[in-house]
Nanobody, 115 residues
Framework: VQLQASGGGLVQSGGSLGLACAAS????????MAWYRRAPGKQRELVAS???????NYADSVKGRFTISRDIRKTAVYLEMNSLKPEDTAVYYC??????????WGQGTLVTVSS
């Protein structure tokens, strides 16, 4: 099973983008879905996560600007990004956390925010 991310691109500062990530098949034992990002020269960081109950968690740097949502039936996760800043420029990766099994990662999608 693979995760396919889409929706990245180039946007001006203050603009919006939406990311989507969908699984090619069913992913068993899913407990959470998340988006991570890796900016140039920086370590990968957690952007937002959502557990199966719907509870969400956000990095302080994106709170109030980004919204994560999911469709459990499709094993899909979405990230709505508003008021984008140049420091949001990164490769964004979707992630599925599973109980007692390895995580599943998407291939990454590049988001570039110009100033």
């Amino acid at each position: 099973v693979q995760l396919q991310a889409s929706g990245g691109g180039l946007v001006q500062s203050g603009g919006s983008l939406g990311l989507a990530c969908a699984a090619s098949g069913r992913i068993s034992n899913t407990v959470a879905m998340a988006w991570y990002r890796r900016a140039p020269g920086k370590q990968r960081e957690l952007v937002a996560s959502i557990i199966v109950s719907g509870t969400t968690n956000y990095a302080d740097s994106v709170k109030g600007r980004f919204t994560i949502s999911r469709d459990i039936r499709k094993t899909a996760v979405y990230l709505e990004m508003n008021s984008l800043k140049p420091e949001d420029t990164a490769v964004y990766y979707c992630n599925v956390v599973r109980q007692s099994l390895p995580d599943v990662w998407g291939q990454g999608t590049l988001v570039t925010v110009s100033s």
